[in-house]
């Protein structure tokens, strides 16, 4: 594995440290706030205040991590060191400013006249990130199921945080002449499907098999799942600008067809995998493996027959069983192999040196994988049926169980230090 996730082209340590801490922290004021939004789960409408949330934890945990993570994993996958280690730096600097700024200025009244500066931050920083990237591709020689996916998938981020800066500019300047919300409406699945499940697709097919030692299994599901997903959410985007509702359905019913083929492909994955073992990472990947198909299923049930509430509940799983699940699954592989990889590499051979899983406090993992499942679940059901009294138990379950993420993020990273 060793060889795998690391390479002479990665960035240093300390980049992709920088993200995963902002992440983990971000994650945790996520958790902190998330009681406090108990009066409105009565329903779902696009809103200022569900706006500050959503993009407090979307782009203050599940993107900075996903960036962070495309920084150490880009030069492993297209095996070709990143076009700039330095854009990567200014990114982050702009990015938690802007982002800042951003979810204060959704989420109080009185601050909206900084929602312009804070969105123009964020989107800057996301253009030197796509730009870094895309000149990244420059040398590429060849283009496997996992770089066209993070090619793409950069393509949607462009596009579908342009319509989200202009929407943001609209907020206050108002000169629209069409209803701001079909421009939402692309915007949100560009980013979350367009940018964040491409994204996961792509490196999913290379850390699952990765961690779970799996190998020469099929990979035809995922390739069509690509063109499948790619063509379906064009569609979807064109038909929500153009409120055109007959392409979103065809769209929607592609995108679907994309999905199933993904988890077609982890369950490949899954059964053909040598290690059985079912440490804290196997857990959180089932878990959020699980929550992924539900959420889409229950999404699917919910339009079919109209029901906004269960709706509600099907985005919640996928926001908070899934993504996160999946994300902090990953930061127990990825960040003790980058410390270790740092610190105990140059030790091989003449000491002792520790195994990746004796970097996470196995316990605290244990109870953070259940405690987040649990408190997911009952927050979820708090949803379904509007008792605020289950949302808030679920929620604060959730931000106990940040709280221990975060000390395994604290003891990976200081694992070895006076070495
Ligand atoms: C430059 C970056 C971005 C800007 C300027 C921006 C701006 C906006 C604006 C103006 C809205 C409508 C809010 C309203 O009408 O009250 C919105 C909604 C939304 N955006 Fe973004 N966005 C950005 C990036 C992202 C990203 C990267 C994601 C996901 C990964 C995302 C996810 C969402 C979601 C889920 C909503 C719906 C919020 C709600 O439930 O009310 N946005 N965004």
Redesign the pocket.
Same mark, same amino acid.
């Given at each position: 594995m060793a060889k795998q996730l690391a390479t002479e082209m990665a960035p240093p340590f300390n980049l992709v440290a920088h993200y995963f801490i902002a992440g983990a922290f971000f994650y945790m004021l996520t958790s902190f706030v998330l009681p406090f939004y108990a009066d409105e789960i009565g329903g =779902?409408?696009?809103?200022?205040?569900?706006?500050s949330?959503?993009?407090q934890y %979307?782009?203050g945990f599940?993107?900075i991590m996903i960036f962070g993570a495309m920084y150490q994993l880009v030069p492993v996958i297209l095996e070709i060191p990143l076009f700039s280690k330095d854009f990567a730096y200014i990114q982050f600097y702009m990015y938690v400013v802007?982002l800042s700024i951003?979810t204060f200025a959704?989420g109080v009244d009185k601050l909206l006249f900084l %929602?312009p500066y804070?969105?123009?931050l964020? =989107?800057i920083s996301?253009l030197i990130f796509t730009v870094n990237i895309f000149l990244t591709y420059r040398n590429l020689q060849r283009w496997s199921i996992s770089a066209k996916f993070i090619f793409v998938s950069n393509i949607f981020?462009f596009v579908?945080?342009t319509l989200?800066?202009i929407?943001?500019l609209? %907020?206050y300047y108002g000169f629209l002449e069409i209803d701001? %919300?079909q421009l939402?409406h692309a915007?949100?699945a560009g980013?979350?499907i367009g940018?964040?499940l491409m994204t996961v697709m792509g490196v999913a097919l290379v850390l699952i098999p990765m961690f779970s030692l799996s190998h020469g299994f099929d990979e035809k599901p995922i390739e069509r799942g690509f063109y499948f997903v790619s063509i379906g959410l064009v569609l979807y985007m064109v038909a929500m600008i153009g409120a055109l509702g007959w392409l979103a359905t065809i769209a929607e019913a592609l995108i679907l067809i994309s999905f199933g083929l993904f988890a077609y492909q982890m369950w490949i994955i899954f059964t053909t995998r040598i290690r059985k073992q079912n440490d804290f990472w196997a857990k959180n990947m089932m878990a959020s493996f699980a929550f992924f198909i539900l959420s889409i299923v229950i999404f699917v049930i919910a339009s079919l027959f109209g029901l906004d509430q269960l709706r509600m509940f099907a985005g919640y799983l996928f926001f908070f069983g899934f993504l996160a699940m999946i994300i902090i699954g990953h930061i127990y592989k990825v960040l003790p192999f980058l410390v270790w990889y740092q610190r105990y590499s140059p030790l091989v051979g003449k000491q002792k040196v520790p195994m990746l899983n004796d970097m996470v406090v196995e316990k605290v993992a244990d109870w953070q994988f259940w405690l987040t499942f649990a408190g997911t679940v009952i927050s979820a059901f708090g949803i379904l049926i509007v008792n605020q009294f289950l949302f808030i138990a679920g929620t604060l379950m959730m931000a106990v169980s940040a709280f221990l993420v975060l000390y395994n993020i604290y003891y990976t990273l200081t694992y070895g230090k006076d070495l």
């Open positions: =779902y409408f696009v809103s200022s205040s569900l706006a949330l959503s993009h %979307l782009l599940v993107m802007g951003m959704f %929602l804070g969105a123009l964020v =989107y996301m981020l579908s945080v989200g800066l929407a943001a609209n %907020l701001v %919300l939402v915007h949100i980013v979350l940018y964040v």
